[in-house]
């Protein structure tokens, strides 16, 4: 879609006009009391330097602390795995990080160990500031199941009650931020979905892992449940 329009003399010279401040399509989505933000893994381990490092994963911190402040709901989530959990690639012998195995619950692609429960690495970032984030939703601490999801385990069933709380809270609208895009986002944001929750992906507030196609597909699953991609320009502050 074009946010500014074009008028075209009729001697062939072209004047750009750009119309005033209320026909730009710039900042149009003012979060309201039923909007939450979710804040999802900004860990230490997911950040330049970390065990399981997202590319400029530090750069979406400052748009985050940013966007924030126009959410008076905010959820923070930490990835928060036992040591030795399914997920990692040491805990099966023979196997390298980002292949993959089949497990009862499906497919799992095998991570280098990560956001250990009270390490270092599992802590958020100390440069996010969100003073006003009103609960942190800890996931896949089920040392046989994965949870990229804020909602629900990889096993497609146990809950980590994030939908009941945004709905006793009269949320109906959810923004997602955060690591990484095609992971912990992309899947939050399609349970969100699920939930019926109108959701939102912040894109330039998300830095992805992209290991075999998995952005490009996350994006194309999002997609089709009506996940709205959207840049935090859009949010008004
Ligand atoms: C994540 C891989 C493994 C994420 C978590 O936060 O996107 N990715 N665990
Ligand atoms: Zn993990």
Redesign the pocket.
């Known amino acids: 879609m074009l946010n500014r329009r074009l008028l075209m003399t009729s001697l062939g010279a072209t004047t750009i006009v750009a119309l005033g401040p209320s026909t730009s399509l710039a900042a149009s989505i003012k979060p309201d009391n039923a909007s939450a933000l979710l804040v ?2 900004v860990q230490n381990c ?1 950040l330049p330097g970390g065990s ?1 490092a997202v590319k400029d994963g530090d750069q979406v911190v400052p748009v985050i602390n940013r966007i924030a402040k126009s959410f008076a709901n905010v959820v923070l989530t930490q ?1 928060w795995h036992t040591s030795g959990h399914v ?1 990692f690639a040491t805990t099966h012998s023979g196997k390298k990080p980002f292949e993959t195995i089949d497990l009862p619950y499906g497919k799992q ?1 095998l ?1 280098p160990d ?2 250990v429960q009270g390490t270092e690495g599992a802590a958020l970032s100390k440069d996010l500031s969100i003073p006003h984030a009103g609960l942190v939703i800890r996931k ?1 601490s089920n040392k046989d199941v ?1 949870s ?1 999801s804020a909602f629900t385990e990889a096993d497609g069933k146990t809950t980590t009650g994030l939908a009941a709380y945004l709905k006793a809270r009269k949320v109906e609208r959810v923004f997602l931020a955060g ?2 895009t ?4 992309a899947w939050s944001a399609l349970d969100a979905r699920k939930a019926d929750f109108e959701t939102y992906v912040v894109e330039d507030a998300c830095r992805g ?1 992209d290991t075999q196609g998995s952005l490009a597909k996350a994006w194309a699953d999002m997609s089709a449940a009506g996940v709205k991609r959207i840049q935090s320009s859009d949010i008004a502050a």
Not at 182 to 185: K, W
């Open positions: 999802i893994d997911f399981l990835d997920s692609v991570w990560h956001c896949g994965d990229y690591l990484a095609d992971f912990c986002v892992i």
